[in-house]
């Protein structure tokens, strides 16, 4: 069986076109090239990152499971493991943190009951761990909410973003 054919299953046909998008950007002998592309499809697909994926990635893109590996491992906007459905992410690089972003992340953590690198009971939210940059300063304080970027946040605005999130 082919190792497209074997891991089928775990790559949707939506993922599969997403991931073939990001291969033909590059020349056949430079697949590797297409591999954060591919993991942050797989993982808006599914959630987060597990084993089991990141080989079917692996297969898919016929490069060693080891750079995929690597790859999830290094970069902090992969989540090997199941988070809530919301993934906040609070700047907290030096402007950020000038203009208040400790009270933010205060705030989130007492609203929401939980601490940094957590997800609330229900599954609703998940609260990364710190965020060194999110290359947003002149918007500072600000947060990632599913990779939408919400800019220049007091308490009550981040109450308004969270209210109108879907379950």
């Known amino acids: 069986m082919a190792a497209k054919e074997q891991n089928a299953p775990m790559l949707s046909e939506h993922l599969r076109a997403e991931i073939d998008h990001w291969l033909a950007r590059y020349p056949d002998n430079q697949r590797r090239s297409a591999l954060l592309g591919a993991l942050r499809a797989a ?4 959630g987060y990152l597990s084993t089991e994926l990141m080989d079917a990635v692996a297969e898919y893109l016929r490069i060693p499971a080891m750079d ?3 790859a999830a491992t290094f970069y902090s906007m992969f989540e090997l ?8 992410a609070v700047c907290s690089n030096v402007s950020c ?19 940094l690198g957590e997800s609330t009971p229900d599954g609703k939210f998940y609260l990364k761990r710190e965020e060194e940059c999110l290359a947003a300063c002149c918007g500072a304080p600000m947060m990632q909410v599913d ?20 379950s």
């Not at 493991?81 to 906040?88: F, N």
């Open 43 to 46: 993982q808006h697909e599914h």
């Open 68 to 70: 995929v590996y690597e």
């Open 81 to 88: 493991e199941p988070v809530g459905r919301h993934t906040i």
């Open 97 to 115: 943190m000038l203009r208040g972003s400790d009270a933010i992340i205060e705030h989130l953590q007492r609203k929401l009951g939980i601490r």
């Open 147 to 166: 990779h939408v970027y919400y800019e220049n946040l007091t308490p009550e605005r981040v109450d308004e973003i969270l209210a109108k999130l879907e």
